[in-house]
């Protein structure tokens, strides 16, 4: 998958599953515990709120529901463009939607 892809993922199984650590992240998006901390700056440097925690249960949070408007327009056209290129993520895409338009 893409790298976009794999994001895009990221964020969908950090928002159902809650708190996840690089181990399973990186088993889920078949990339190195390595990619994912690469990840994670990647949602940070686009203002996507990531929490990580230490510990035996430690790992990876996300808050979505701080997305502003601007943002969130974003994210949607976004989301819009990818759905018409892949179409093996539309299941994903509907899911962030719905997250999108709590």
Known sequence: ?????????????????????????????????????????????????????????GGYEINLDNIDIDKEASYKNTIKNLEKENLRL???IENINKILNK
């Not at 088993?27 to 990580?52: P, Q, T």
């Open 1 to 57: 998958m893409s790298k976009f892809s794999n994001l895009l993922k990221m964020m969908y199984l950090l928002n159902e599953h809650g708190r996840m650590n690089r181990k399973e992240l990186s088993e889920h998006l078949g990339v190195s515990e390595r990619m994912i901390r690469k990840y994670v700056e990647d949602f940070k440097e686009a203002n996507v709120e990531i929490n990580s925690f230490c510990g035996a249960k």
């Open 90 to 92: 539309k299941e994903q």
